[in-house]
């Protein structure tokens, strides 16, 4: 299998990176720019290209914190978060990468604004930081409390998220392995997705767009579903695979299903057809899910080796979304041609 190699010149960081293994998303021998004590971002070419003004945090988390900012070049001036280290071994430059080799894939598709854009990765003292994109929004559950169809809210957040799912793993072979209610934003900018899978092509039209956050935990497989880049060495087994069939979708519509009054705004019918996602075998996930307030439990479940979720498969969930909503999600055949 040939490597791919991607520039890295849009960021300032005059080098290659491969997303094919671990060691070729380590920044540590790169000489990324670095702030001086003005906010000035200077490249290794001694050149300034832009200035980051600091405003108020955020958000703090045990990882990092984020900050929102002004990011200031010779020609624009715009709203950005800027995401620092708080542990010393904090991989927030492998985190920066991946994040906009996602947004880069989704890109061909037209749905790379699902992605926040990375701006920058730089140096501040001894700590690697990033800045990326601003997003306007609020947490889909918000959304969906809010809203007077909450079940037609609640599937067409799920249709985004099995699209973007699907193609990341399909195409990058990529698993967030941290995706929850908290780590989505929902921006009122209406979107129209066409995506193909097989034989079946699929059209979904909504008001708004779900954007995808927080890499910090994400992974990259290979052809045989072995990781090959991971970002949570301290958390999840170097050898996890990656990616897993439902893996994402199901710790994500697991956190959802753990807020009580967000299920309690759904239809009973809606209820049922989600307790119904959530069975495998002779298991049923949903009393746990909804026994307890947050999804910790779940990481374990999630990080054996052998789990899958074939409910939650890409296909299975487009092809059930389509069938319940056919006027949200239209599917239709490819025709092949000789």
Request: overall charge neutral; glycine content about 4%.
């Amino acid at each position: 299998m040939v490597e791919t190699i991607h520039s890295l010149d849009e960021l300032h960081i005059f080098t290659t990176v491969s997303f094919d293994k671990e060691d070729s998303v380590d920044l540590s021998g790169a000489i990324l720019p670095s702030e001086d004590p003005n906010g000035c971002l200077i490249d290794s070419k001694r050149e300034k290209y832009a200035t980051l003004v600091y405003h108020s945090v955020s958000f703090q988390g045990g990882y990092g914190y984020l900050i929102k900012s002004v990011r200031e070049t010779a020609t624009s001036q715009q709203s950005v978060m800027v995401k620092r280290p708080i542990r010393e071994y904090s991989q927030l430059g492998q985190e920066a990468l991946v994040q906009w080799f996602v947004r880069k894939a989704l890109k061909p598709y037209g749905l790379h604004t699902a992605v926040p854009k990375v701006y920058d990765i730089f140096r501040r003292s001894d700590k690697v930081c990033f800045s990326m994109e601003y997003i306007r929004g609020v947490f889909p559950y918000e959304y969906i409390l809010k809203s007077t169809q909450p079940d037609r809210v609640f599937f067409q957040i799920m249709a985004q998220l099995a699209l973007l799912c699907g193609i990341l793993q399909r195409d990058i072979r990529f698993d967030h392995r941290d995706l929850k209610a908290d780590n989505i934003f929902i921006r009122n900018k209406p979107v129209q997705y066409s995506v193909s899978f097989g034989t079946k092509l699929y059209t979904l039209e909504c008001p708004f767009q779900l954007v995808i956050m927080d890499f910090g935990f994400a992974c990259l497989g290979n052809i045989k579903g072995i990781t090959q880049v991971n970002l949570a060495k301290d958390i999840l087994p170097p050898l996890d695979p990656c990616p897993k069939i439902g893996r994402d979708i199901f710790q994500c519509v697991a956190s959802f299903w753990t807020i009580s009054t967000l299920r309690d705004k759904m239809s009973m019918e809606t209820q049922a057809e989600v307790d119904s996602w959530f069975i495998s075998g002779k298991r049923d996930y949903s009393k746990f899910i909804k026994k307890f307030s947050d999804i910790k439990w779940i990481y374990v479940l999630t990080a054996d080796p052998d789990f899958q979720h074939m409910l939650l498969d890409i296909d299975t969930l487009l092809a059930r979304i389509a069938f319940l909503y056919p006027t949200l999600l239209h599917v239709s055949e490819i025709l092949e041609t000789n």
